[in-house]
């Protein structure tokens, strides 16, 4: 593993590690519940036009337009048109026929007339002639084929993660399977001797390991619902076994803690075996000690530090955009937004703060610090209500009521 020199940048840490993401082989699979959250390989276009055919958006009478410019002009219902139905009646003038939203329009029909703008609003569906109360013109209600996107357009480009809005659009323009990258397979490495998991009795110096619920959910949020949790005792064989283990079978490895400059730091210790990992200082608060890189077995890992909100931090700024970048998003960043400071707080001087904040929606978005400025990487009670993080950039030595500041939002 090479050893740190001199403190990075954010940028430079994350620029180093999206250069080291292979893309995950993509593959093509039908279109279904499953793919949601896929990510798509290639540009998918129409087969066909959206809609397929003229139909109706109204339930009603289809007519000849030219039929209704009299006033109560009365019409011959002559059958009824329901969503799904082939028929394609003949109208001759001063016929309609009943018709359901969705319904393709007759082919001599060029308008629809709503139920509530003739006589059987009152007198129900049920009749053989129909008055109809108002004209209508050449189009009204009319869905016209192709009006959506026609046969041959684009609908969907690489790069696009696959909602629940945009598998549907693709589906309905005629998508049948898709080439996709789905969630990479990720493994979250839990050690250390003072952790025991929660509702344990805890003595002195032992404390409820809790990283494991936080990485795993942090996944979660990210379109990674199938995270693998491995414990490990902090021993040097044992901590090496497990990453030989995972290395093949995993495209990424999470792990918090032991990556320090202690004689207990375990993880840096087994790390500095594997020439393909650095570790590196980059210039934030919290989350200044990393180590990443790819490991002989082939997994990219993720050594990040043991104080909660460090890890948490250091999962949004590094993690989550390779990950994504893995998947083949077309945007591995979060949008950035600005906020206006509610409060006041010290910023870290010389390395960027990642601060924890909360919002307070108004006529301008505001926010305020979640936890303490001056102790931001073990304050996980404060942490539970973030919604998202201050990012203060160097140089800045204190933060004003009134200041703009620049924000990652990351809940609801």
């Avoid at 108002?134 to 189009?139: E, K, L, R, W, Y």
């Avoid at 990283?211 to 795993?216: A, G, V």
Wanted: charged content about 15%; glycine content about 10%; overall charge neutral.
């Amino acid at each position: 593993m090479r050893q740190p020199h001199e403190a990075i940048s954010v940028a430079e840490h994350s620029a180093r590690l999206l250069d080291l993401v292979r893309p995950l082989a993509p593959r093509t699979l039908p279109v279904g519940p499953t793919l949601h959250g896929a990510v798509l390989a290639s540009d998918v276009y129409a087969s066909h036009p959206l809609p397929l055919w003229d139909n109706s958006a109204m339930d009603g009478f289809a007519v000849r337009s030219t039929d209704t410019a009299a006033a109560g002009a009365q019409l011959a219902v002559i059958g009824e048109v329901p969503a799904g139905s082939s028929w394609d009646p003949e109208l001759l003038p001063g016929q309609c026929v009943k018709i359901m939203t969705g319904a393709p329009l007759p082919t001599h029909a060029d308008a629809v007339v709503r139920i509530e703008d003739t006589n059987a609003a009152s007198t129900g569906w049920d009749v053989s002639t129909v008055q109809v109360n108002v004209p209508v013109p050449a189009g009204k209600d009319v869905r016209t084929r192709g009006e959506d996107r026609s046969a041959g357009e684009l609908i969907a480009r690489a790069g696009d993660q696959l909602s629940a809005a945009r598998l549907s659009a693709l589906a309905a323009a005629g998508s049948s399977e898709l080439l996709v990258r789905t969630a990479p397979k990720v493994a979250v490495l839990v050690t250390g001797a003072e952790l025991l998991p929660p509702g344990h009795k805890l003595s002195r110096g032992q404390i409820p390991e809790t990283n494991s619920l936080l990485i795993s959910g942090l996944l979660a949020e990210s379109g990674i619902t199938a995270a693998t949790i491995v414990h490990c005792v902090d021993d040097l064989a044992a901590v090496r076994e497990k990453l030989e283990e995972l290395a093949p079978t995993h495209d990424a490895i999470l792990s918090t803690g032991g990556v320090g400059p202690g004689d207990f730091d375990v993880m840096r210790k087994v790390l500095a075996e594997q020439p393909g990992v650095y570790a590196t200082r980059v210039r934030v608060r919290p989350g200044q000690p990393q180590c990443a890189g790819r490991l002989a077995g082939g997994a990219m890992i993720f050594a990040l530090p043991g104080n909660p909100v460090s890890a948490a931090v250091s999962f949004e700024l590094f993690v989550r955009p390779a990950l994504r970048a893995m998947q083949g998003h077309a945007q591995v960043q979060r949008p950035r937004l600005q906020a206006i400071a509610a409060v006041g707080w010290k910023a870290a001087g010389n390395r960027l703060q990642v601060l924890p904040i909360v919002f307070d929606h108004g006529e301008q978005l505001r926010c305020a610090p979640a936890v303490a400025a001056s102790r931001i990487s073990h304050s996980v009670g404060g942490f539970g209500s973030a919604q998202g993080y201050a990012l203060i950039p160097a140089g800045i030595e204190q933060i004003h009521p009134g200041d703009w500041v620049e924000v990652l939002r990351t809940a609801p």
